[in-house]
Antibody, heavy 118, light 111 residues
C-alpha cells in the first residue's frame, strides 16, 4: 500500500542541525513532487517546503528559507529535510506528504517530532 | 501571509449537517479554485478529504462536500457521525511567492 515513513526527529539545541528522512513505498516515487509540512505543539499546520518530482525545483516558506534544504534520492525512494540553525519556533511534528492533484497533499506520513531546546 | 480564518469550533448532533467555513483573501482562496480540506484525529496524521474545492479522493465518503464563494470556501458534513469528530484544516494555493497557506483549524464535536 502507499506509505510514507518519517524518521530522524529528536531533541537538538538552538543553533543545531538535524536531518529528517521520509521513506516512500507503494507508488512511483520518482514521478511525484513531495512536501514537508509541520505542526507545532497544539498549533495548526504550516507548509514548509516542496521539491519537484525530478528535484529540479524547490520551494520554501519564508520562515525556513536559507536554513532548511529539501532533497530527494529516487534510487532510495527517500525524501530528506536538512535543518540548520534551528530555533525554538521550529519545534514541531514534521510530516512528509505526497503532492496530489490540485495542489493538495494526498498522502501523509505519520510524522516525526523535532524539539529545539537547551 | 496570514493563515486562512476558520471558526475555532463547530458542533452538531448525529445525523445533522454542519458547515465549516474557511475565509481567505483575493490573493489565495479568491484567486484559485485550489482549496483542499484535511481531517485530523488527535495524534494522527492529516487525511485529505476534498481537493480543488469540491472533489473527493477515492474512498472519502460522499457525506463530505466542498464549495466556494468569493474569498470563502466551505466544507459541509452531512449525516454527522461520531467518527467525524476531529480537527479540520483548509488549505489554499496562494501564488508563486507564498505558495500554500493553511487555515487556523476547526474542532468538530459530535454531541
Amino acid at each position: 500500500q502507499v506509505q510514507l515513513v518519517e524518521s530522524g526527529g529528536g531533541v537538538v539545541q538552538p543553533g543545531g542541525s538535524l536531518r529528517l528522512s521520509c521513506a516512500a513505498s507503494g507508488f512511483t516515487f520518482s514521478s511525484y513532487g513531495m512536501h514537508w509540512v509541520r505542526q507545532g505543539p497544539g498549533k495548526g499546520l504550516e507548509w514548509v517546503t516542496f521539491i519537484r518530482y525530478d528535484g529540479g525545483n524547490k520551494l520554501y516558506a519564508d520562515s525556513v528559507k536559507g536554513r532548511f534544504t529539501i532533497s530527494r534520492d529516487s534510487s532510495k525512494n527517500t525524501l530528506y529535510l536538512q535543518m540548520n540553525s534551528l530555533r525554538a519556533e521550529d519545534t514541531a511534528v514534521y510530516y512528509c506528504a505526497k503532492d496530489g492533484s490540485g495542489y493538495a497533499f494526498d498522502i501523509w506520513g505519520q510524522g516525526t517530532m523535532v524539539t529545539v531546546s537547551s | 501571509q496570514s493563515a486562512l480564518t476558520q471558526p475555532a469550533s463547530v458542533s452538531g448532533s448525529p445525523g445533522q449537517s454542519i458547515t465549516l467555513s474557511c475565509t481567505g483573501t483575493s490573493s489565495d482562496v479568491g484567486s484559485y479554485n485550489l482549496v483542499s480540506w484535511y481531517l485530523q484525529h488527535p495524534g494522527k496524521a492529516p487525511k485529505l478529504m476534498i481537493y480543488e474545492g469540491s472533489k473527493r479522493p477515492s474512498g472519502v465518503s460522499n457525506r463530505f462536500s466542498g464549495s466556494k464563494s468569493g474569498n470563502t470556501a466551505s466544507l459541509t458534513i452531512s449525516g454527522l457521525q461520531a467518527e467525524d469528530e476531529a480537527d479540520y484544516y483548509c488549505c489554499s494555493y496562494a501564488g508563486s511567492s507564498t505558495f500554500y497557506v493553511f487555515g487556523t483549524g476547526t474542532k468538530v464535536t459530535v454531541l
